[in-house]
């Protein structure tokens, strides 16, 4: 499977944005997906996942009731919305696919795939 990241940008504190995550290859309804950020400087953060196992998503603390993971079936796509973005949310976001049924999903190493990064900024 191949992942492709996009939608980062700068915007404002206070602003939203919407990034995407295409997938190619099997359908992603039998992944674990995740979504990291990376500031510089700093190791990879967990932010949100999807887990089929389970069929929900969790989020990370410093995002929830902010941030919102949605899929896409038709389009191959999942998406994570950020809203109410602060400065501490810049980063460099990247998609994160897994097969396997159970996962330790906030850990990155457990994820097989990986899209290229997407660079947020956000501005105070």
């Known amino acids: 499977v191949q992942l492709q990241a996009s939608g980062g940008g700068w915007v404002q504190a206070g602003g939203s944005l919407r990034l995407s995550c295409v997938f190619s290859g099997r359908p992603f309804s039998v992944y674990n997906i995740g979504w990291f950020r990376q500031a510089q400087g700093k190791e990879r953060e967990f932010v949100a996942a999807?887990?089929?196992?389970?069929?929900?998503?969790t989020y990370a603390d410093s995002v929830r009731g902010r941030f919102a993971f949605s899929r896409d079936t038709a389009k191959h796509t999942v998406y994570l919305q950020m809203n109410n973005l602060k400065p501490e949310d810049s980063a460099a976001y990247y998609c994160a696919a897994d097969p396997n049924y159970y996962i330790r999903f906030r850990n990155p190493d457990e994820y097989d795939f990986w899209g290229q990064g997407t660079l947020v900024t956000v501005s105070s």
């Open positions: 999807f887990t089929w196992s389970s069929d929900r998503t």
